[in-house]
Every structure is written in structure tokens, then in C-alpha cells.
């Protein structure tokens, strides 16, 4: 099966920073990776699907890249609800691992 | 608007069954695949199982094959996920959620907000 890597496990940064998270498949995956966001006691949203869609209503200043084994998550410049832990998803056949996940919180 | 409301969750002997149910309304159901994500408290969510959405293609993940059984009512508009042989490590607040786009293989846009299952002594 393909294992799903995220880096950093967490981040501190300040408010206005812009802020990357790495994902990687241990196997080529084309585009069919997914972005979720988990608040604190609230339930997972999606926030980029197809590596680099951006799901209806989710703010410009989230965005994806990458394509194959390396993807990337960026948010252009952080704001305070922005704190959360963020997980990718490999959709491209079962099983539909979860990356590890990253938490990001304000320096 | 999309509603997905799980139940059936709680606490359980190991060894034991429990089975969950995730009540679906606000689009056609029919038409979307669905699948149990899990999540152990503090930790990660772990995917457990998929259904097309007409009930005839499945898959689960290592941890739960053999012992879990997802399966879909569309006329009752109801996703199901029968747990069997419980262990501890299977305690977890467990959602359902909706593909997101027709035809399989999708991320998923829309989820419940979750039953927890404790497998306990």
C-alpha cells in the first residue's frame, strides 16, 4: 500500500507568515490528493481536492500544488483561524490513507 | 443542505458488535459513493471503508478487513458499518462522510459529525 508522509508534524508562525506543508505518497499518485482542515473539537473540511482545486468557499489564501509523489499545501498569509491540524488524502484507489497530519498554531 | 447524522456508537465489550448507521439527507444519495473515516482520541483520522454508490464495490483498510462490513440501504437512505471482533485499539469517534464527485475515487466534501465507540472491559 502507499504511505502518505507530512512535514513539518507541526509549526508555530505569526500571523501574516506564509505557511507550507509537504506531503508525500511513497508512489506516484498523479493529481488525486486531497486537503483537510480539522479545528479543534470540530469535524474535518475539505480545503483542496484534485492536488490543486480549491473546494467552493475556502479562502484564496489556501492553495495546493504538486503532482506524482510530492504535493504542497500554502497559505499565502495566516490568520488566526487558521489554527488547526491539516491532513492530506490520497483518493487515486483504496485504501484512501490520511497523511499523518500537521498542526499549525500562532507564534 | 447536506446532513449526515451517525448513530449507534458507545461502549462495547472486546470481542463484541456494534453496528453504525449514518442517516443521509440533502442530495441524492444514490448517486454518491460514502465511506467510515475514524478518528482514536488524539490522534489522526484513519480511513476505514468505501461504497460505490450503488453498493456494489467495497474496500477497507488492513486494520479492519474481515472483521468490519460497510453496506448502504438507498431506499432507507442509510450508510451502515457492521463491526465485528472489537478490540481496543478500534476506540474512535467514527464519522461517515460523501464523496465529493460522481464516480468513485474522490475526496469527500461533507461529513457527519461523528459517533464514539469505546471497546472497554
Known amino acids: 500500500d502507499i504511505q502518505m508522509t507530512q512535514s513539518p508534524s507541526s509549526l508555530s508562525a505569526s500571523v501574516g507568515d506564509r505557511v507550507t506543508i509537504t506531503c508525500r505518497a511513497s508512489q506516484g499518485i498523479s493529481n488525486y490528493l486531497a486537503w483537510y482542515q480539522q479545528k479543534p473539537g470540530k469535524v474535518p473540511k475539505l480545503l483542496i481536492y484534485?492536488?490543486?482545486t480549491l473546494q467552493s468557499g475556502v479562502p484564496s489564501r489556501f492553495s495546493g500544488s504538486g503532482s506524482g509523489t510530492d504535493f504542497t499545501l500554502t497559505i499565502s498569509s495566516l490568520q488566526p483561524e487558521d489554527v488547526a491540524t491539516y491532513y492530506c488524502q490520497k483518493y487515486n484507489s483504496a485504501p484512501f490513507t490520511f497523511g499523518p497530519g500537521t498542526k499549525v498554531d500562532i507564534k | 443542505q447536506v446532513q449526515l447524522v451517525e448513530s449507534g456508537g458507545g461502549v462495547v465489550q472486546p470481542g463484541r458488535s456494534l453496528r453504525l448507521s449514518c442517516a443521509a439527507s440533502?442530495?441524492?444519495?444514490?448517486?454518491?459513493?460514502m465511506h467510515w473515516v475514524r478518528q482514536a482520541p488524539g490522534k489522526g483520522l484513519e480511513w476505514v471503508a468505501v461504497?460505490?454508490?450503488?453498493?456494489?464495490?467495497?474496500n477497507y483498510a488492513d486494520s479492519v478487513k474481515g472483521r468490519f462490513t460497510i453496506s448502504r440501504d438507498n431506499s432507507k437512505n442509510t450508510l451502515y458499518l457492521e463491526m465485528n471482533s472489537l478490540r481496543a485499539e478500534d476506540t474512535a469517534v467514527y464519522y461517515c462522510a460523501k464523496d465529493a464527485h460522481y464516480g468513485g475515487n474522490s475526496a469527500t466534501d461533507f461529513w457527519g459529525q461523528g459517533t464514539l465507540v469505546t471497546v472497554s472491559s
Open positions: 461504497i460505490s454508490y450503488d453498493g456494489s464495490n467495497k
Open positions: 440533502g442530495f441524492t444519495f444514490s448517486s454518491y459513493g
Open positions: 484534485a492536488a490543486s
